[in-house]
DNA sequence: CAGTGGTCTAGACCACGGG
DNA sequence: CCGTGGTCTAGACCACTGT
């Protein structure tokens, strides 16, 4: 992203972090950011308008655009963020392991999922997720394996993301996840270090490209006492 | 909202929802749209910028804007809405106990984040979310006492947020949320249909007002095996 | 009243996709 | 090549807030 709006948003942000602006202060008024960063007022608009979706500012009309106190969001759970980025953001003492790699047949069930021709060949990736010592999270991932070429279990240990997105040059567009409560399996009981009859918090996650074809279907599989999930959201009347 | 943006969003989320467009289809070009509602192409493009950041479409440039399949979307839990509109929005046979209605000071804490003079006067209300027939939800809130003038126990039993946005004309504008996963409480077993040592989710959320006063706190505690929360996420990169 | 954000317009140029 | 969406502009008018 070089566009104009996008550099004064993260101009913005970056004040913002660095405590030019403080939560509770008005930013300059998109008159003055007009001349400020020298482009027209929509331009501004836009930049402020990306701001507010993602909590940083609450615009009060007659007033000004008001700087949220962020704090308490950064831990972005929510969004559409993979484990290695949140590792390294938060230095989370983490590692991974890859438990499965294999190839398999699509079910009639995935097949329909990512709308392709019945019998075609899936990626079915499986991985532990260790913090502080502790096995916390079983990941299962499946991609269409048309869709993610050269994509090995050595890189999966390190960041899918990274490789799909850098190397194959994907843009990840949006997911659609939900967030259930089950019952351990045999299967978290051995990979996880929980007790048998224990809850698992399970979020299933649809994770679609910029073209809108759905390129991978995740179980998340997370142990109660570690799991934490945080959302900023605006309210839309009905 | 009678912008004409926001006239023409809802027109084509009913154009979407009746069938006229469905899932894979491309919506008319922004050009002809701006025939069809006659109005610039800026308008309708932020149109189209909210059907996107809810899920509705794909923009894809120099192709179009695609329907996305939104069938698997429509349990809100996301977002800010109250139990009430989600009780009759999906039908369910829910009821509501109210179990605590009280006038307290606020503590320390609490007066922190609400930005008032310490002991200032909060009402606090618990209520338990019963689902056919069985208490699955408990719902402890404190508000501002000076923010909710006239607010009965009588009132909290149907939805507080009618009250607020209606009655009293406020607008909620915003909130932040974290959903983490506790071992029941004694208060817990005794309201709720829970075992013992089972575990509760736990919604804390902070809701605000438009000029971004905080108005509300809210432990939301539920049942495990009747949680669900589903979300809608485009991916922001860093 | 002046200053703020909210909406809308008409036109321009660019980048991408597909024939 | 044309049609699509992505960005940017300059200017206009309105609604709201405070003095």
């Not at 939560?23 to 501004?44: N, V």
Request: include cysteine; aromatic fraction near 8%; charged fraction near 25%.
């Amino acid at each position: 992203m070089k566009s104009k709006f996008h550099s004064i948003y993260q101009h913005l942000i970056r004040d913002i972090h660095e405590g030019r602006y403080m939560p509770g202060d008005t930013l300059p008024s998109e008159h003055e950011l007009t001349t400020q960063f020298e482009a027209s007022r929509e331009t501004i608009r836009k930049a402020l308008k990306q701001l507010s979706e993602h909590g940083y500012i609450q615009k009060i009309q007659g007033k000004g655009s008001v700087v949220l106190d962020v704090q308490r969001l950064d831990f972005p759970v929510s969004g559409v963020t993979s484990f290695q980025e949140l590792n390294q953001k938060l230095g989370m003492n983490a590692s991974t392991a890859v438990v499965a790699f294999n190839e398999l047949k699509a079910t009639a069930e995935q097949a329909h999922a990512f709308q392709l021709p019945e019998e075609e060949n899936l990626l079915e990736i499986a991985r532990v997720r260790m913090i502080d010592g502790e096995r916390i999270i079983l990941d299962k991932d499946w991609f269409p394996k048309a869709l993610v070429p050269g994509l090995t279990a050595d890189i999966c240990a390190g960041s899918i993301y990274a490789y799909i997105e850098n190397t194959l040059e994907l843009t990840i567009s949006f997911a659609k996840k939900e967030i259930v409560v089950d019952v351990a399996t045999e299967e978290d009981v051995e990979l996880l270090d929980v007790e048998p009859g224990s809850h698992i918090v399970v979020v299933h996650s649809l994770t679609y490209l910029e073209d809108a074809t759905l390129l991978q279907i995740t179980e998340s599989r997370h142990r109660p006492d570690r799991f934490r999930f945080v959302e900023f959201a605006r309210r839309h009347k009905a």
